[in-house]
Each structure stands twice: as C-alpha cells, then as structure tokens.
C-alpha cells in the first residue's frame, strides 16, 4: 500500500434508531452533531454520515431538520469533512417521500440504500428517474449494499445506465441491528461480486466492527465507524465518544502507511 493512498474514515455518529440512553454521547441536535463533527474531525475523519430527528427525537428527513443541522456542522468543520445525509428510511418513509425530501433538498452528497430505490425490476425506471436527478443537481451518491447479492444488483444497474454514471462510491454493510455475528470471508465475498472500478467503504455492527475495519484497510477500502453501528471498543468497554472510535480506524491506518482523508479527498473518492 502506498504512503499517499488516503484512508477515508467516515463517521456515523447517532443512526435513525438509537437515542441517548444507548449512550449519553449520542450526539442528536444541531450543536451536539456540529460538535461531534469537530472531535471527529481531529481525531481522523474526513466525513461525516448525518441523520437527524424532529423535535420528539424521531428519525426525520424533513428539509427542515437538516438544514438546521447542515448550518452548525458546516460552521464547525468547513470543507475539513465532507457532510453527507442520510436518505433512510428507517420504517417510517416510503420511497416517494424519501426522494421528495432529497431532491428538495437538494444536498451536496446523500447516501442511498440501493433497494429502497430499487427493490426489483419493476422500478428500474423510478430509480432511473431518482439517480439521474440527483445526478443533474451535482449530488454526491453513495450506494448501500447489504449483500453480495446487492453488489451484483449495483453492477447491473450501472452497466444498463439506472444509476447514470460509474464507478461510484459504494458502502458495504456487514451485520443487522440485532444481527451482529458475521465471518471473516464476508467482506471478501462482497468484494468478489464488484466488477467495476468502484472505491468501497464497509460499516460493520456491533463488536466486531474493529476487526472489520482491520481487514478492509489491508484490502484497500475505507472504513465507516461510529455509534449507528456500534458502541464498544476492542476490549469490551463502552467507548466514550464517536472520536474515539476515529482514533482507533486512524491508527490502524498510519501502521498501514495510509494517512486519514481529508474532505477534499473524500468528495475525489466519488469520481
């Protein structure tokens, strides 16, 4: 691995589900996302996976909410980090409202759960229509695949022109809420299925999320970490914040000669 491949180190700092009697640290309003992107932002993070709440702390993708929360973690970090938004649905959305939000929106860079856009065959032309818009705006999309089966899905999208360009930014998940034990070939069998020229970044639930992000800096990814996914550092005890989780991906990185990404490297990763 060269010296100047950066490592892109992605923070996912609260999710859509948890809240902060998971973890008191659980950053969920404006200052408290603003400020955790600052610590992260030190500690190695180049950028920064955001969801928000309404005002009962529910996962929302209002306009609204966002912008208030795009507002203070741009004060805080700048072009340090680059700001990415979630589209999940997390239950409470459907897919036309979920695309209604983001095109309204209209943010620099969004991540897009694949199958939620399209699930089969028969929306290839709604996802078509999705993508290519996003596309017009100048959005950033990163697609989420939660199997080798979505790899292939996502090759073959590209390749019939559904998502307009390639190669893209792509996250691989590893593990469900409730669903955390997975095997060490897992990752391989992701990376078998992806054809394309695609840089890739993996998240990984629960504790195993260290060890993950250990094999994917040693296969060439970057890594995605933070309390969406997990909470507990490689000795079993709860980490005290989201920047330490960074620290811990950073270090891994410097003793495999690849350097933390800044913002600016990160936007480069999308082509």
């Keep these: ?35 955790t992107a600052a610590d992260c932002c030190e500690a190695g ?5 955001l969801h928000v709440r309404d005002e009962q702390q529910k996962h929302s993708l209002a306009p609204e909410h966002y912008r208030a929360a795009l507002k203070e973690v741009e004060a805080a970090v700048g072009k340090r980090m680059l700001i990415q938004v979630t589209s999940e649905a997390a239950g409470v959305y459907g897919a036309a409202e979920q695309m209604d939000a983001m095109l309204t929106l209209g943010p620099g860079c969004i991540s897009a759960g694949l199958r939620e856009f399209v699930p089969d ?6 996802g078509a229509d999705f993508f290519t818009r996003l596309h017009d705006l100048g959005t950033l999309v990163q697609y989420i695949l939660y199997s080798p089966e979505d790899v292939r899905w996502y090759e073959q999208l590209c390749s019939e022109g559904v998502i307009p360009k390639s190669p893209n930014l792509v996250l691989f998940v590893l593990g469900r809420y409730g669903a955390q034990t997975y095997g060490a070939d897992l990752l391989p069998a992701y990376l078998a299925e992806l054809q394309s020229q695609s840089p890739w ?7 195993q999320e260290p060890v993950v992000m250990q ?13 969406e996914n997990n ?7 709860v980490a005290p914040s989201n920047s330490s989780l960074i620290k811990l991906v950073a270090d891994m990185g410097r003793q495999q000669r690849r350097a933390p990404a800044n913002g600016q490297q990160a936007a480069a990763l999308y082509g």
């Design 231 to 237: 909470l507990w550092l490689p000795d079993g005890s």
């Design 1 to 35: 691995m060269s010296e100047t491949t950066p490592l892109l180190i992605a923070v996912a700092p609260n999710g859509a589900r948890r809240t902060q009697a998971d973890h008191p640290s659980l950053p969920l309003t404006p200052l408290e996302l603003a400020k």
């Design 121 to 126: 065959e028969a929306a290839l032309q709604q």
């Design 201 to 207: 970044m993996v998240c990984a639930f629960g504790e």
């Design 45 to 49: 993070a180049g950028m920064i996976h």
């Design 215 to 227: 094999q994917a800096i040693e296969l060439g990814g970057h890594c995605r970490v933070g309390f």
